[in-house]
Nanobody, 129 residues
């Protein structure tokens, strides 16, 4: 059974930093694409940052120079380091994963949520002005 559990969300002022974690269980990291989506009120779900077991990373353009996604294979944990946060980053952040490399789930920096079969429950990030 695959389980993904996010943590690390909270409230921060614009310009601040936050680090999210996603703990994975029941899933080998040897051949997966895993990463983060977010959804703000009234907006579509958006792929944010993803990484696969080969080290291939994908970032949506709005976060490329501010967010860093990483994978700790020993701990079966995914991270998202967010810096220079903006109010537009306010959203629920979800961890999602599936078997395969990100090249099969993403086009350019955009990864598609409909392709992922395993999801966490989300963690709230609030960025104030």
């Amino acid at each position: 059974q695959v389980q993904l559990v996010e943590s690390g969300g909270g409230s921060v002022q614009a310009g601040g930093s936050l680090k999210l974690s996603c703990s994975a269980s029941g899933m080998s990291f040897s051949n997966i694409c895993i990463g983060w989506f977010r959804q703000a009120p009234g907006k579509e779900r958006e792929g944010v940052a993803h990484i696969d077991s080969s080290g291939d990373t994908r970032y949506t353009n709005s976060v490329k120079d501010r967010f860093t996604v990483s994978l700790d294979n020993a701990k079966n944990t995914l991270y998202l380091e967010m810096s220079n946060l903006k109010p537009e980053d306010t959203a629920i952040y979800f961890c999602a994963a599936d078997f395969g490399l990100c090249s099969g789930f993403c086009r350019g920096g955009v990864c598609y949520g409909s392709y992922f079969g395993h999801w966490g429950q989300g963690t709230q990030v609030n960025v104030s002005s």
